[in-house]
């Protein structure tokens, strides 16, 4: 996975959007997201992908008690551990 600042990812983005590698995104050397190219597949799988997801999210907040705000701190990559 390749690290780049926002500016680099604006400036270059056509070459991002082509390419099949993640990327992840940072600002002031802080992780803000991250670009996850999708393969060239059909919309019904893409909002199969998608509703499994969300499935998942509602799973682990009923099973864990926490709300979505706690699941995606537990999740922020850029946190020290």
């Given at each position: 996975m390749k690290s780049v600042g926002i500016r680099e990812f604006r400036d270059k983005a056509s070459q991002y959007l082509a390419s099949s590698e993640v990327v992840a995104v940072k600002r002031?050397?802080?992780?803000?997201?991250?670009?996850?190219?999708?393969?060239?597949?059909?919309?019904?799988?893409?909002s199969l992908a998608l509703q499994r997801l969300s499935e998942t999210i509602e799973t682990a907040k009923?099973?864990?008690?926490?709300?979505?705000?706690?699941?995606?701190r537990a999740l922020d990559l850029s946190q020290k551990q």
């Open positions: 002031h050397g802080k992780l803000v997201g991250f670009y996850v190219p999708v393969a060239q597949t059909d919309e019904i799988e893409i009923r099973e864990s008690g926490l709300d979505e705000e706690a699941i995606s």
